[in-house]
Each structure stands twice: as C-alpha cells, then as structure tokens.
Nanobody, 121 residues
Framework: QVPLVESGGGLVQPGGSLRLSCAASGSIFTINTMGWYRQAPGKQRELVATITSGGRTNYADSVKGRFTISRDSAKNTVYLQMNSLKPEDTAVYYC???????????????WGQGTRVTVSS
C-alpha cells in the first residue's frame, strides 16, 4: 500500500473540536477516493466520511452536521474537521485511500496506522 500519515488526534472535551489530517506519500499521480474510518473499543470499524476526487462526499449518519471532510488533491491530503464532539466519537481514526496511481502502479487500498481521538471531560 501507499503510506498514509495521520495527525491531529488527541484529547478533547465534549463539545470541542479537532481537525485530523492525512497525507499520502510517494510519487503519486492521482487518488480516487479518500476517507476516514474509525474503530471504537468493542466495535467494528465503521465508515465516517469519504470524498472523491471530484468532491463528492459521504457521511455516516452519526456524524452528519458535525464533521466535514475535505481534501487538497495537489497535496494528496485529506482532512476531517470534527465539531461538537461527543464521548461516543472516541475511537481510533484511520485514513483510507483507494486507486492511488503512482509511478510504479495502482494501489487499490491504502490505510493509515490510525490516530486516537478521545472525547472526555
């Protein structure tokens, strides 16, 4: 896979905000879809939000109206602005990228190592 480096996680109080960033590294030509997934303790990994190269977005119902996904394709970077955070948002957040076209080939699925978000008072 193509290396994806996440940043921005941490501890925040309920109602607070965090901004996650994820950058794909390497000699990259294009990336189709980028997004964020999360996995909370005792739960399966779930989709949070995705964004296509054309700017089409998709959100989980649980985060609609609170989270905003965006990307800077020139920097091969995707962002997740998280507002009005709730304790149930606590999870490890994983960056995802598909159809990453590089100088050596196309990578169908790439995952970051995860960044932890903890929402607690």
């Amino acid at each position: 896979q193509v290396p994806l480096v996440e940043s921005g996680g941490g501890l925040v109080q309920p109602g607070g905000s965090l901004r996650l960033s994820c950058a794909a590294s390497g000699s990259i030509f294009t990336i189709n879809t980028m997004g964020w997934y999360r996995q909370a303790p005792g739960k399966q990994r779930e989709l949070v939000a995705t964004i296509t190269s054309g700017g089409r977005t998709n959100y989980a119902d649980s985060v609609k109206g609170r989270f905003t996904i965006s990307r800077d394709s020139a920097k091969n970077t995707v962002y997740l602005q998280m507002n009005s955070l709730k304790p149930e948002d606590t999870a490890v957040y994983y960056c995802y990228a598909d159809r990453v076209r590089t100088v050596v080939g196309v990578f169908l699925d790439s995952w970051g190592q995860g960044t932890r978000v903890t929402v607690s008072s």
